[in-house]
C-alpha cells in the first residue's frame, strides 16, 4: 500500500462545478497535512494546510479525518485557472519529519 | 517572502559528464534544504536532506556519491549529478523551510536535467 494514495484522475470539470479531492495516508504518527497545487513543468505550491478543525480559503476547504486517515479538499465555483495537479502531502512530523508525496490528482475546467 | 531560487532552469548534456544544480533561499536562511526528484506524471520522490554545515541524509536508493550534496551557507545549497546517464534525466527541485521543525516547504522553480 501506498504511504500517500490519491486518485490520479483526470477530473474534466465545467466552469463553475464544484469538485471535490481525496487523499488517504497509512501511517497514523503523521502530524501534518497540505494540499499543494503544481502547474505543468512547474514546482509545486503552497495551496493549503490541513487542519482537524478543516480550513476554508475563498472557494476551497480542506479537512481531515484522523481517525480514518483521509484529507479532502473541495473546490467550489471552478475557474479555468483551477486546472492542475493537486498533491496531498504528509509530515511524519516537525523537526526532523520526513515528508511524503501523492502522485496527485490532475484536474481540467472546461469553459 | 519564502522565494527559493535554483539554477539552471534547464540543462542538457552528455552522457558521462557531472551537472552541478544550485538552489538558492532569497529572503531567509535554510537549515535545512531538501533535494526531490520528479520523473513524468509520477509523484516527487525525496532523495535528500541537506543540512548546512554537515552531512546530507539520503533516501533508501539514493546514491550518494552519485548524487553529491554540499550544503557550504544557510542559504546555498548543491546538487552534483556526477557521470550523468541518460535514465538520470528527470525534474530535479529543491525545497526549504523557513524555520527549524515548521513543516511548510517552499519550492525552487525545479532544474530540468535531459542527458544524451
Known amino acids: 500500500r501506498k504511504e500517500v494514495e490519491q486518485d490520479p484522475g483526470p477530473f474534466n470539470v465545467p466552469e463553475g462545478a464544484t469538485v471535490a479531492f481525496n487523499c488517504t495516508y497509512s501511517n497514523s504518527a503523521s502530524q501534518s497535512f497540505f494540499w499543494y497545487r503544481q502547474d505543468c513543468r512547474k514546482e509545486p505550491k503552497l495551496l493549503m494546510s490541513?487542519?482537524?478543525s478543516g480550513n476554508e480559503d475563498g472557494r476551497f476547504t480542506a479537512q481531515l479525518n484522523r481517525a480514518s486517515q483521509y484529507i479532502s479538499l473541495l473546490i467550489r465555483d471552478s475557474k479555468l485557472s483551477d486546472s492542475a495537479t493537486y498533491l496531498c502531502v504528509v509530515n511524519l512530523g516537525s523537526g526532523g519529519f520526513k515528508t511524503i508525496f501523492g502522485a496527485g490528482t490532475r484536474l481540467f475546467v472546461k469553459a | 517572502g519564502a522565494v527559493v531560487s535554483q539554477h539552471p532552469s534547464r540543462v542538457i548534456c552528455k552522457s558521462g559528464t557531472s551537472v552541478k544544480i544550485e538552489c538558492r533561499s532569497l529572503?531567509?536562511?535554510?537549515?535545512?534544504m531538501f533535494w526531490y526528484r520528479q520523473f513524468p506524471k509520477k509523484s516527487l520522490m525525496l532523495m535528500a536532506t541537506s543540512n548546512e554545515g554537515s552531512k546530507a541524509t539520503y533516501e533508501q536508493g539514493v546514491e550518494k556519491d552519485k548524487f553529491l550534496i554540499n550544503h557550504a551557507s544557510l542559504t546555498l545549497s548543491t546538487l552534483t549529478v556526477t557521470s550523468a546517464h541518460p535514465e538520470d534525466s528527470s525534474f530535479y527541485i529543491c525545497?526549504?523551510?523557513?524555520?527549524?521543525?515548521?513543516?511548510?516547504?517552499?519550492f525552487g522553480p525545479g532544474t530540468r536535467l535531459t542527458v544524451l
Open positions: 529572503d531567509f536562511q535554510a537549515t535545512t
Open positions: 525545497s526549504a523551510n523557513t524555520q527549524t521543525g515548521t513543516d511548510t516547504q517552499y
Open positions: 490541513v487542519y482537524s
